[in-house]
């Protein structure tokens, strides 16, 4: 028993640092060659870069919070959550599609709390509109987070029926 939660903490920890290491790899690049508010057409006007500093959470929620508060909502708060998370990962998850979504969260959310730490803001670069849908301008961080949210959604929509009628 004690060799599965290894390989799971191994297994998570790389699923982690690789969500880390693709959101705080392309920030740097951002940071370095995109000015603030710069505005490049990709895909048209349909897939935009352009770097903008959130000082606040989604869609600048917060940004005009006193500094503690920001510093217990933004960063300690996260900080408790993702350990409790990546802790649940390791021990509790009961399939692989649940472990790999919540280290996806975990490692999007860590991304952002070192912006947070190192440069008092996060910075996202990322605009898209696809017809109707227009996105807030998000970074791989974000990414990560939802599409580790739509894991585990998928998960609890296409559960069999025999676990439908426990629940």
Request: with cysteine.
């Amino acid at each position: 028993m004690k060799r599965a939660v290894y390989l799971k903490l191994f297994v998570g920890l790389a699923l982690v640092l690789a969500n880390v290491s693709c959101d705080q790899l392309t920030k740097k690049e951002v940071r370095r060659s995109i000015d603030s508010h710069e505005y490049i057409e990709v895909i048209s006007t349909n897939f935009i870069l352009t770097k903008v500093e959130n000082t606040g959470a989604a869609l600048s929620f917060g940004q005009n919070f006193a500094p503690f508060v920001k510093l217990i909502i933004f960063q300690i708060l996260p900080i408790l959550v993702l350990i409790y998370m990546f802790y649940y990962a390791i021990h509790k998850t009961d399939t692989n599609l649940k472990f790999i979504a919540i280290t996806f969260i975990v490692g999007g959310g860590i991304g952002n709390i070192i912006d947070r730490i190192r440069y008092d803001s996060v910075t996202d670069f990322m605009y898209m509109e696809l017809g109707p849908l227009h996105t807030g301008v998000f970074n791989m961080a974000d990414v990560s987070v939802t599409l580790g949210g739509l894991l585990l959604l998928s998960q609890w929509i296409f559960r069999p029926k025999h676990e439908l009628a426990q629940s």
